[in-house]
């Protein structure tokens, strides 16, 4: 395993129901932490201000979970330090993320005041047309990924049955009773973080995070889509065995799950169509191999169907996330040069003395 002290996530993902982001996730657990919630244009030095934080909690010691953007994974939106009952996060739309008892347990940042927007204004219709296109290429890209969602939800989960789903659970069950034992503690807690999103480079993931969490893993076998179901029990029966849980959402159907891990374990579960899965050292289940082998072979010219129609769906819906990239950075040539990104580096500083680092 590799260092469990910096972890990377995603904080959201470009999904088949648009931009989800589950923000209540990854705030500080603690009564008693605080939120920072930044308010900015996205080009403002929300990036630069997190990774100026992180730089330096991280030499000082910390434990430092960042927030990745899902757009773009050289960016990053939020940071959480545990140690320091601490979190910044990117509060921008379409991100949600509001304060809730401002000056209690949060409070917002604002990015924008660090812009000229006077001398950015003279650059007034050329950013209207590059935002609009930009909006245009996002509409599309969504409409892509919500096409590709009803695939997966509506026709590849009808090839695999109720009985042979249930035959498949009975086999998780075993492994789930191997594994975790009888409950002997307090039921755990689960977490959402995303370690899988589709970006404007296509679809990415951070396996070096789960790497870091576990040494070992089991793989499913899910091209009949008989994972999900798996990883909601054993999810479940880490918890009711009094195991933290971080469950990992598909990054095209997030309410389906495509990895657990289960860090006081060193124990992962992942599908074998996750990104997740690479070169890992791990037990490969076979649950197509439940399936009727004769139903099997009437439907596999169909099956095949489905996974280009949704493969292509989803590489459409990247393409304009890439083309929604571009123009984010020729908004960003424009806006940069006229943000004060050393007034944004002393704040910074002040925070980091604020948090005694």
Same mark, same amino acid.
């Given at each position: 395993?590799?260092?469990?002290?910096?972890? %990377? /996530?995603?904080?959201?993902?470009?999904?088949?129901?648009?931009? #989800?982001?589950?923000?209540?996730?990854?705030?500080?657990?603690?009564?008693?932490?605080?939120?920072?919630?930044?308010?900015?244009?996205?080009?403002?030095?929300?990036?630069?201000?997190?990774?100026?934080?992180?730089?330096?909690?991280?030499?000082?010691?910390? %434990?430092?979970?960042?927030?990745?953007?899902?757009?773009?994974?050289?960016?990053?939106?939020?940071?959480?330090?545990?140690?320091?009952?601490?979190? #910044?996060?990117?509060?921008?739309?379409?991100?949600?993320?509001?304060?809730?008892?401002?000056?209690?347990?949060?409070? #917002?940042?604002?990015?924008?005041?660090?812009?000229?927007?006077?001398?950015?204004?003279?650059?007034?219709?050329?950013?209207?047309?590059?935002?609009?296109?930009?909006?245009?290429? /996002?509409?599309?890209? #969504?409409?892509?990924?919500?096409?590709?969602?009803?695939?997966?939800?509506?026709?590849?989960?009808?090839?695999?049955?109720?009985?042979?789903?249930?035959?498949?659970?009975?086999?998780?069950?075993?492994?789930?009773?191997?594994?975790?034992?009888? %409950?002997?503690?307090?039921?755990?807690?689960?977490?959402?973080?995303?370690?899988?999103?589709?970006?404007?480079?296509?679809?990415?993931?951070?396996?070096?995070?789960?790497?870091?969490?576990?040494?070992?893993? /089991?793989?499913?076998?899910?091209?009949?889509?008989?994972?999900?179901?798996?990883?909601? /029990?054993?999810?479940?029966?880490?918890?009711?065995?009094?195991?933290?849980? *971080?469950?990992?959402?598909?990054?095209?159907?997030?309410?389906?799950?495509?990895?657990?891990?289960?860090?006081?374990?060193?124990?992962?579960?992942?599908?074998?169509?996750?990104?997740?899965?690479?070169?890992?050292?791990?037990?490969?289940?076979?649950?197509?191999?439940?399936?009727?082998?004769?139903?099997?072979?009437?439907?596999?010219?169909?099956?095949? %169907?489905?996974?280009?129609?949704?493969?292509?769906?989803?590489?459409?819906?990247?393409?304009?996330?890439?083309?929604?990239?571009?123009?984010?950075?020729?908004?960003?040539?424009?806006?940069?040069?006229?943000?004060?990104?050393?007034?944004?580096?002393?704040?910074?500083?002040?925070?980091?003395?604020?948090?005694? *680092?």
């Amino acid at each position: 395993m590799s260092d469990q002290r910096i972890l %990377r /996530y995603f904080l959201g993902g470009n999904t088949s129901n648009g931009f #989800y982001c589950p923000y209540e996730c990854f705030t500080p657990e603690c009564k008693d932490s605080f939120l920072w919630v930044i308010k900015g244009g996205s080009v403002c030095g929300i990036s630069s201000f997190v990774k100026a934080l992180g730089a330096a909690a991280e030499k000082a010691g910390f %434990r430092v979970e960042y927030a990745v953007c899902p757009f773009d994974i050289d960016a990053l939106e939020g940071i959480n330090i545990p140690e320091l009952k601490t979190a #910044y996060l990117d509060g921008t739309a379409p991100r949600l993320a509001e304060t809730n008892m401002a000056g209690v347990d949060s409070a #917002y940042m604002d990015l924008d005041t660090y812009c000229d927007f006077d001398a950015v204004s003279r650059n007034k219709t050329e950013l209207k047309e590059l935002y609009s296109g930009q909006s245009a290429f /996002y509409k599309k890209a #969504y409409c892509a990924l919500a096409a590709a969602g009803v695939l997966q939800n509506d026709w590849a989960d009808e090839f695999s049955t109720k009985s042979e789903n249930e035959e498949a659970l009975e086999r998780v069950r075993g492994i789930a009773l191997r594994e975790f034992g009888k %409950r002997h503690r307090d039921e755990g807690k689960l977490k959402i973080r995303f370690l899988s999103a589709l970006t404007c480079g296509g679809l990415s993931s951070l396996s070096d995070t789960a790497s870091a969490l576990c040494s070992r893993f /089991y793989v499913f076998e899910n091209r009949l889509k008989m994972a999900a179901p798996a990883l909601k /029990y054993l999810a479940a029966a880490a918890c009711a065995a009094g195991h933290d849980v *971080i469950v990992c959402p598909n990054p095209l159907t997030p309410k389906k799950a495509e990895a657990v891990l289960v860090p006081s374990l060193s124990l992962g579960f992942i599908a074998d169509d996750c990104a997740l899965n690479g070169d890992i050292d791990a037990r490969r289940i076979r649950l197509d191999a439940l399936a009727d082998i004769e139903r099997l072979k009437k439907t596999r010219a169909e099956l095949r %169907r489905c996974e280009k129609l949704t493969e292509a769906l989803v590489c459409e819906g990247c393409s304009n996330l890439a083309g929604a990239k571009l123009l984010h950075d020729k908004i960003e040539s424009i806006i940069n040069p006229n943000v004060d990104f050393d007034g944004i580096g002393a704040l910074a500083q002040k925070h980091l003395e604020a948090l005694g *680092i």
